[in-house]
């Protein structure tokens, strides 16, 4: 893996951040992002990396202090179709993605992105709500409409409950959210630590026809499917 910095990928993550949609030139989202960089990076200045192919980069372990995760499944052609995979230790967590090879020059129209962060907190009613699985509670509690989908799952090593959304920022944005929000325990039930993992499926209404068909291929249903052994293989720290 080495180290590189790819203006796709952190675009992508800023829109998370800003609301920027997915026809913002690049120029303009580079100004948005510099800014960003400043803002949140502190003195600690961000991690770029970069993989070289599909061999290293499913062999990969992300390693953080409150977690690690296998990478999502990558296939070749991500690096021959697509930008490739790259991403950041940035934000206080780690941002990996792909977008289209000519993002510099059109913006991001057609990506995937996966933003990671954590927390620690005291245990409270939210929390006992999700590991008890009353989503009346948190309907009641939480900005949710009849629109999204909420559920618990479980996922990880050590069967960790989960609160799973999804939901369209906007409609006609082109973007997706597939949302995982992964908790851990300590056994007074007195803190917790969860782990967010959010996929974000990008594709510009305005496709180039160049990537209409390309579009057929990288669907957010893929996107999902490539994230499970990420999801499976999640494990959340014991430090407090």
Not at 226 to 231: P, W
């Amino acid at each position: 893996m080495k180290k590189y910095f790819k203006i796709g990928l952190v675009a992508i993550m800023l829109f998370t951040l800003s609301g920027c949609n997915s026809n913002t030139p690049s120029h303009t989202l580079s100004n948005a992002i510099d800014k960003a960089l400043i803002a949140t990076s502190g003195n600690k200045p961000p991690q770029f990396f970069a993989f070289s192919s599909s061999y290293r980069a499913n062999g990969y372990v992300m390693q953080h202090k409150d977690y690690s995760f296998t990478m999502p499944l990558t296939k070749e052609r991500d690096w021959s179709k697509m930008s490739g995979w790259n991403g950041a230790y940035i934000y206080g967590g780690i941002g990996i993605g792909m977008d289209n090879p000519d993002n510099k020059k059109i913006g991001n129209l057609l990506g995937y992105a996966i933003n990671i962060s954590s927390r620690v907190g005291e245990y409270g009613k939210m929390q006992r709500a999700i590991e008890n699985k009353d989503l009346r509670y948190i309907f009641t509690h939480r900005k949710v409409t009849n629109k999204d989908k909420l559920r618990i799952e479980y996922h990880g090593k050590e069967n960790y409950t989960c609160e799973v959304s999804e939901f369209i920022r906007r409609q006609g944005s082109g973007i997706r959210f597939n949302v995982y929000d992964c908790y851990k325990f300590n056994p007074s039930h007195t803190k917790y630590k969860s782990v967010n993992i959010k996929l974000l499926y990008t594709k510009s209404p305005n496709l180039p026809a160049k990537y209409k068909i390309l579009a057929k291929e990288y669907t957010y249903k893929d996107l999902k499917s490539r994230a499970k052994r990420m999801l499976d293989s999640l494990y959340i720290k014991d430090e407090w």
